[in-house]
């Protein structure tokens, strides 16, 4: 085998004109095109020209049986075929077949029928027009053929799949579908200005490999009458204007973003310092002095009163109050509140802007001294609003700027301090700081505050009841009635220093003698806020309460509130409590001003 | 392409005594019986690639398969002669010979030194396809068998040791012919049931 190999690469060689290389005979394919019958085709290459002419036979072998035997047919596929037909077929046995001449084998190959089965292309191709479209252009057509004759697919011995192809008549790529089981398509969208061409092939459904293609079909739809040779061309899709608009718009966008972006990278950059701040309080409001508008914003938001009725937020005031170093020299609550010194009239006394959080319990307590100048001055306000007023003393207080700025830095003065010592007691009541009820004539209110510049250590609370949407504070209507009535009783307006931010220690003392012998006031006077503004004390309307019995009127029908006591107790600088019992008189200690009230004081004022 | 086989109620709207047709029942199985023919075939040509290049498995072809002993119809003649009764019996001997070597089928070749996860799962499936078509068969003899139904047809198999040896080429050899033996079979079901179908519900005219 090696010595003859070798001869004839030598005899190759010395052969210029045929071929270069010598070529076995070889078993080009089986194939069994309906799993009954099957053929197998052979090359005889170039050998058989080269040395004596051999006769090439093929031999098969079933695999149960001994002998090899020979072609039965090498007629019926044509010229180096072997055709075995259905009485040799046995499907799904494994054959071996070998091509040799008398002494050589020259290939072989073994399968089973089942394995190389590919079937004959379908027939019968047509097709059928579906529907145009509107304008023409395009059709639907359905196109429909006959599985292979040869295929028995009515018995279900053979299962078919079915893969088509089209393409225009001058394009060299064809489109394929999906291999399908019916022997029916739609094609969709097909140009009527175009001509196409359709061809099918099938192969058994588990295979992989498909048998022929079949006869090409032409589709026309000129022929059928519905040709539009004058159609107009579709219109392709303008990418180029696409692309060349979205990306001058994206230029646009992004160029804008940037220019309307600058002065917030600065912000995004160089973050302010983080404060707490309360919803709907923007503290550039307050650095422009537009207070009108916070007091707006302060009055209106109902969690703004509901924050004035939490105990545990006065208590964490309080508490954080307490803690602050500076204020352990001061003397007296209301020496801190209305401390003259500026550093701490920022309206937080001795409270530094750090981060502490204690800033921003500061609360213009202002309005406790300067109603009438002073809107609601909310308690738990924007510490960073009062961090932002303390530094700009004219800002303080209770924002209410419209009319005098130049009242201001008076208030400021007087500015109580933020921290509100309430220890509890059992009127434990949130406070309002600020009690702005006053709707007096502001610029009155304002020269009359002015007038009260002088600080005293007097402490003066009163409890409010509820806030107006106008920001006004509407103090316990008890206490206000009470107090009307101890002014009508024998407070004279006049002598009250305006309409009653503070109550002057004179005051004070001639409207509880007054009122003490009043009793039993009928009429529970509505007075207009220009009188209440802050009661200083509970403690006030208290005794005037519990000389004059019961009032007319209760307390306060809108709400479950008691009213402020005195206060008993100073702990300075913790706080202080509150009783609910008659005030001590007052004392000699008392300040003469009319700023506040200290609770000693008041306690030693009051029976 | 992977065909799944969806499982359909077998009584919608919760019907209590319902019953599926002839024609229900043959379709599942024929689908049931195509989807492991797919599989089969997917996996031998799977293991083909990966294990049996250059090893000359193909060329020792002996392929004995142990359900070899049932006589089963060979060319289409042969099918269209034999009664449908005993078709269906034939069918059922052949799954029922499978349902062990499928078992071990699934559990010995994750043995196998890296075998690829789509092998294993295959395995796996067709076991479980498999029993499934066991039980829709036994559903359409009991309908159609007008007789007893024969249990009698079936073959054991005892390859279990070769796809334990040692010797990976020959435990690898002895995979081969496995899986050559399934697709075979599988193919055989696939296209008895076929025959059976277009014969009974469709009077030879699918």
């Not at chain 1, 964490?316 to 609550?333: C, G, T, V």
């Not at chain 1, 830095?409 to 007691?425: E, V």
């Not at chain 2, 390859?159 to 079979?185: I, V």
Request: hydrophobic share 30%.
């Amino acid at each position: 085998h090696l010595l003859f190999t070798l001869a004839l690469i030598c005899a190759n060689d010395s052969l210029s004109a045929s071929d270069d290389l010598l070529q076995w005979p070889q078993i080009s394919k089986c194939r069994s095109p309906e799993m009954e019958t099957f053929s197998c085709y052979w090359t005889a290459g170039n050998f058989y020209n080269l040395t004596a002419p051999r006769i090439i036979q093929l031999l098969y072998k079933k695999s149960n049986e001994e002998d090899w035997k020979e072609c039965p047919d090498y007629i019926t596929s044509g010229q180096n075929s072997c055709y075995f037909n259905a009485s040799y077929t046995s499907v799904w046995t494994p054959y071996c077949v070998q091509l040799a001449s008398k002494n050589e084998v020259y290939d072989k190959k073994c399968f089973s029928v089942d394995e190389i089965v590919l079937p004959d292309p379908p027939v019968h191709l047509n097709w059928t027009l579906l529907n145009t479209s509107q304008t023409g252009i395009h059709g639907d057509i359905q196109v429909r053929w006959d599985p292979p004759p040869t295929a028995d697919v009515r018995k279900g011995w053979i299962t078919l799949e079915y893969e088509l192809q089209y393409k225009e008549v001058n394009e060299t790529k064809w489109k394929e579908l999906k291999p399908r089981l019916s022997t029916m398509v739609p094609l969709y969208s097909l140009k009527t200005a175009r001509d196409y061409e359709i061809r099918i092939r099938s192969r058994q459904r588990t295979s992989e490999k498909f048998g022929e293609f079949s006869e090409i079909l032409y589709v026309s739809f000129s022929q059928i009458g519905i040709g539009c040779d004058h159609c107009t061309e579709e219109v392709e899709f303008p990418w180029f204007l696409v692309v060349v608009f979205g990306v001058c718009g994206l230029a646009v966008t992004v160029i804008s973003i940037m220019l309307s972006k600058q002065p917030r990278l600065k912000m995004l950059i160089f973050p302010p310092v983080p404060v707490p701040k309360i919803k709907g309080i923007d503290p550039d409001l307050l650095k422009k002095g537009k207070l009108d508008e916070v007091n707006s914003i302060l009055a209106c938001h109902d969690n703004y009163k509901t924050q004035l009725y939490n105990d545990d937020l006065w208590v964490e005031f309080i508490e954080l109050d307490a803690e602050d170093p500076d204020e352990k020299n001061r003397a007296s609550d209301t020496d801190r509140l209305l401390s003259e010194d500026h550093l701490k009239s920022h309206g937080c006394l001795g409270v530094k802007d750090d981060d502490s959080g204690r800033a921003s319990c500061c609360e213009p307590d202002i309005p406790e001294t300067d109603f009438s100048a002073s809107d609601t001055c909310d308690a738990t306000s924007d510490s960073d609003q009062f961090k932002k007023a303390t530094e700009k003393e004219e800002d303080l207080l209770c924002l209410d700027r419209q009319d005098n700025d130049e009242s201001l830095p008076s208030l400021a003065n007087t500015d109580p301090q933020c921290q509100h010592r309430n220890t509890q007691s059992e009127s434990s009541h949130p406070w309002a700081p600020f009690a702005d009820s006053i709707e007096s004539p502001r610029p009155l209110v304002h020269t009359q505050i002015s007038n009260q510049n002088s600080l005293t250590s007097t402490d003066f609370y009163a409890q409010v009841s509820d806030i107006t949407p106008a920001g006004r504070v509407v103090l316990s209507p008890g206490q206000k009635s009470k107090l009307g009535r101890a002014q009508r009783e024998g407070c004279i307006e006049q002598n009250f220093t305006m309409d009653n931010t503070y109550f002057c220690e004179a005051d004070v003392k001639k409207c509880i003698a007054v009122t003490s012998h009043e009793e039993n006031e009928p009429h529970v006077q509505e007075q207009s806020y220009n009188e209440d503004g802050y009661f200083t004390t509970e403690s006030l309307t208290t005794t005037v309460a519990n000389f004059g019995g019961s009032t007319a009127e209760p307390p306060s029908s809108e709400m479950p509130v008691a009213d402020y006591t005195s206060i008993h107790i100073v702990h300075s600088p913790q706080g202080l409590v509150l009783n609910a019992t008659a005030l001590p008189v007052p004392d000699k200690e008392f300040n003469v001003s009319c700023g506040y009230v200290s609770t000693d004081q008041l306690n030693k004022i009051m029976p | 392409t992977k065909e799944g086989v969806t499982s359909l109620p077998i009584c919608p709207n919760g019907s209590v005594n319902c019953q599926l047709s002839l024609e229900e029942l043959f379709d599942r199985a024929v689908k049931l019986s195509h989807y492991i023919h797919f599989l089969s075939s997917e996996m031998f040509n799977e293991f083909d690639e990966r294990y049996a290049q250059g090893r000359g498995f193909i060329a020792k072809a002996v392929n004995s398969c142990h359900t070899a002993s049932l006589t089963t119809p060979e060319d289409k003649e042969q099918a269209q002669q034999i009664h449908h009764e005993d078709l269906l019996n034939l069918i059922l001997g052949v799954l029922r010979s499978w349902n062990d070597p499928l078992i071990h089928l699934a559990s010995e070749v994750q043995r196998i030194k890296e075998a690829p996860e789509t092998i294993l799962w295959k395995a796996v499936e067709i076991e479980e396809q498999n029993k499934r078509l066991l039980e829709g068969m036994e559903k359409i003899v009991g309908r159609v068998h007008s007789g007893e139904v024969e249990n009698d047809i079936y073959t054991p198999w005892d390859g279990l040791p070769s796809l334990q040896l040692a010797d990976e080429d020959s435990r690898l050899f002895a995979f081969y012919n496995l899986l050559h033996c399934l697709r075979r079979d599988s193919h055989k079901i696939d296209n008895y049931l076929k025959v059976l179908k277009c014969r009974l519900i469709h009077d030879n005219n699918c």
